[in-house]
């Protein structure tokens, strides 16, 4: 056996493994609800806060539409920032919800020292 065909072996035993531990049905439903959040979230910041701040914008009045060119090529940097919003809010809630399991003690706060 070669060695790549230990790695695959080995990586395959830990994955099997991980689902063991952790459970497959619950994957696939914490992936799911996730998936469902992050649309939810993405259509709050798409719907009511971009929005928001592209009042604040002179010119376009639409933070998605900020954008600048250099020569041919256009740089839409204001999609970029509506995205940075989505994600830092998605990551906040994220926190919040490992906070509340920790807080339950439904899952280990490996942050604190034992």
């Given at each position: 056996?070669s060695?790549s065909?230990?790695v ?6 830990e ?11 619950g994957?696939a439903?914490?992936f799911?609800?996730?998936?469902a959040?992050s ?6 910041v798409?719907?009511?806060v971009t929005?928001?701040?592209?009042l604040a ?9 900020m ?13 970029l920032i509506a ?6 809010i998605?990551?906040v809630?994220v926190f ?11 899952v ?7």
């Amino acid at each position: 056996m070669s060695d790549s065909d230990a790695v695959k072996k080995s990586l395959l035993q830990e994955f099997v493994v991980f689902l063991q531990k952790f459970g497959v049905i619950g994957l696939a439903i914490a992936f799911v609800v996730g998936a469902a959040a992050s649309k939810l979230v993405t259509a709050f910041v798409t719907d009511l806060v971009t929005p928001l701040i592209g009042l604040a914008m002179p010119d376009t009045g639409d933070l998605k539409a900020m954008s600048f060119s250099l020569g041919k090529s256009t740089f839409m940097y204001g999609d970029l920032i509506a995205n940075v919003i989505d994600f830092l809010i998605i990551a906040v809630i994220v926190f919040l919800a490992y906070k509340q399991l920790t807080r339950f003690k439904l899952v280990e706060d490996k942050t604190k020292p034992s």
